[in-house]
């Protein structure tokens, strides 16, 4: 039987609670303790997401192309077809009370709104635009051998290090 | 069998993978869809700083790390032994725009013309590969998520802030593909 730990963290974990709901950090993350390995079950998930994004070309700059120039309607039914099967989802999860595998009731946190979604959101577009690929595809690529998206993955990460840096600083 | 796998495979399918991964990571173990935040566990994990942004305990997000590391290993066993011989059909007007601008080799997912390691040095390859990827991941993070944590988990729990971000996606990424990038495609 797994135990369970009231919530007293050893290190202290983030309180600022803006900083979480803001990124989609797990607010109401799990006290059950796991062993490292136990993280596998999300690996084997990610790697039938990297054969999905590859196969149906999503990770393609060309894609992103046609998205943005209207001129296919691949991406839109891709994303759409998605939002369709997670609202779907959700709605059952919600509907039957469904407890995650190890018994807890799953908590959805909500996110609140701040400029950051739009100013934010406006430039990662304008630069989803020219590298034709968001975060998670910048994985898929490298793991495809396109070698050189690993100067654009660490631009991006060096960008994430910017925000935080600045964050204090920048309109929410 | 497997001359049917190598086939592009369709949006119905991908949409349909794609949107169970966020019952997958609820029920397995209560986590919220998002690949961005990965960039913020490897800031705090790697480069901390003095950034009070990312001090905080990654390693319970280790999963997210986890994750995204699944993503690159199943993208490197697709293109080595499900990749299509064939070059990308794409529609044709993107096709004749893009070779308007030069761009004709479709036979990777990439344009061999832009991403390539010997134009890395020019101007448009810094454009493309530095301030691009900059953009993407500054930008996702102060959007507070990404294609994968507004559009689809967003959307899919009804989040209308989510929606915002989303439309603002969009509105960029359409800004760029029209005004912007035509400039940049020919620099």
């Known amino acids: ?172 | 069998m497997l001359e049917t796998l190598k086939q592009p495979w369709p949006w119905y399918l991908a949409g349909a993978l794609i949107g169970l991964t966020v019952p997958y990571l609820l029920l397995v173990g209560n986590k919220t869809f998002g690949i961005s935040s990965s960039l913020r566990h490897l800031c705090a994990a790697c480069i901390p700083g003095d950034v009070k942004f990312f001090k905080y305990d990654w390693k319970k997000e280790a999963w997210n790390l986890f994750f995204v590391g699944g993503i690159a290993v199943g993208a490197f066993l697709a293109a080595t032994f499900l990749s299509d011989p064939n070059p990308i059909v794409l529609a044709e007007g993107t096709q004749e725009y893009l070779a308007s601008k030069g761009i004709t080799d479709t036979s990777h997912l990439l344009p061999a013309e832009i991403f390539s390691w010997e134009q890395l040095f020019t101007l448009r390859g810094l454009i493309f590969f530095v301030v691009g990827g900059f953009m993407v991941g500054f930008g996702t993070r102060y959007a507070g998520g990404c294609t994968s944590g507004h559009a689809i988990m967003g959307l899919s729990s009804l989040q209308w802030p989510s929606l915002a971000a989303t439309v603002m996606f969009m509105v960029g990424g359409i800004l760029m593909t029209w005004f912007i990038l035509p400039y940049l495609l020919t620099l």
């Open chain 1, 1 to 172: 039987m797994e135990k369970t730990i009231n919530k007293t963290p050893a290190v202290e974990t983030n309180t600022d609670f803006e900083v979480r709901s803001l990124d989609t950090m797990c607010v109401n993350e799990s006290q059950v303790e796991r062993p490292w390995w136990d993280n596998l079950k999300y690996s084997a998930w990610g790697v039938l997401f990297g054969i999905v994004f590859f196969k149906a070309e999503i990770i393609s700059w060309f894609r992103i192309q046609e998205m943005f120039r209207f001129e296919s309607f691949h991406m839109y039914g891709v994303i759409g077809t998605a939002v369709v099967v997670g609202l779907i989802s959700v709605q059952l999860i919600k509907r039957f009370n469904i407890k995650t595998v190890q018994g807890e009731a799953v908590v959805i946190p909500n996110k609140t709104f701040n400029k950051g979604q739009v100013y934010g959101g406006l430039l990662f577009g304008l630069g989803w635009a020219i590298t034709g690929a968001c975060p998670g595809p910048l994985f898929a690529q490298i793991g495809a051998g396109y070698s050189v998206i690993i100067v654009t993955f660490l631009s991006a990460w060096a960008g994430t290090w910017v925000y935080g840096y600045f964050r204090d600083k920048l309109p929410h």
